[in-house]
């Protein structure tokens, strides 16, 4: 599966950002989808993850009540609204997908990954 994120760019804190993780041609239908984010001189680290259905999500606790993650099997495409962005929040952020429906903050458990895209938050 090959995957397109997209939607980064340059905002001020406070605003908002919606990212967009595409697969074309390939259905996503079956995977789970997943944000991650990788700042730089850091490790990557887990956003958001969301079921094959879109029937439960789950957070870092970093970004719960401020980014929310959903998805459009029609569309093969996965987004990552974030709004109330800080600048701890700059980094290159990367889609995934899996099957395996467990462990959905782990980054190794993923199959499947875009080519990022970078968010930057100016303070």
């Known amino acids: 599966v090959q995957l397109q994120a997209s939607g980064g760019g340059l905002v001020q804190a406070g605003g908002s950002l919606r990212l967009s993780c595409a697969a074309p041609?390939?259905?996503?239908?079956?995977?789970?989808m997943g944000w991650f984010r990788q700042a730089p001189g850091k490790e990557r680290e887990f956003v958001a993850a969301i079921t094959w259905s879109g029937a439960s999500t789950y957070y870092a606790d970093s970004v719960t009540g401020r980014f929310t993650i959903s998805r459009d099997n029609a569309k093969n495409t996965v987004y990552l609204q974030m709004n109330s962005l800080k600048p701890e929040d700059t980094a290159v952020y990367y889609c995934a997908a899996k099957l395996n429906s467990k462990d959905y903050s782990l980054l190794a458990s993923y199959d499947y990954w875009g080519q990022g895209t970078q968010v930057t938050v100016s303070a």
């Open positions: 041609g390939r259905t996503i239908s079956y995977y789970v």
